[in-house]
């Protein structure tokens, strides 16, 4: 049972970064693919960005291109998610999960972690 632990999030003001960081517990098939979502307040959970192992096909939604940059470490088993630029929109729980080569679906999430930008 894959574990993911997500770190980083905090209160930044618009402009500002932050860096969030997600630890697997174990290297295997299922982190193949890394991920991260985010869900803000009365919406629903939304793909951010994902990388594949050896920092393979990396890909970002159309809101985040061009101001986060998504990269891993695999000898950690960790992911990070580089956040420049932060607007107030960005204001979510950011979640990393993870998935095989194979499957389209993440079958591993980790708690979350909250990522507040004021104005």
């Known amino acids: 049972q894959v574990q993911l632990v997500e770190s980083g999030g905090g209160l930044v003001q618009a402009g500002g970064s932050l860096r969030l960081s997600c630890t697997a517990s174990e290297r295997s098939t299922s982190t193949y693919v890394m991920g991260w979502f985010r869900q803000a307040p009365g919406k629903e959970r939304e793909f951010v960005a994902a990388?594949?192992?050896?920092?393979?096909?990396?890909n970002y939604s159309d809101t985040v291109k061009g101001r986060f940059s998504i990269s891993r470490d695999d000898a950690k088993n960790t992911v990070f998610l580089q956040m420049n630029s932060l607007k107030p929109e960005d204001t979510a729980v950011y979640y990393c999960?993870?998935?095989?080569?194979?499957?389209?679906?993440?079958?591993?999430w980790g708690q979350g972690t909250q990522v507040t930008v004021s104005p």
């Open positions: 990388i594949g192992r050896y920092g393979a096909n990396p």
């Open positions: 999960a993870s998935r095989s080569f194979t499957s389209t679906f993440y079958g591993y």
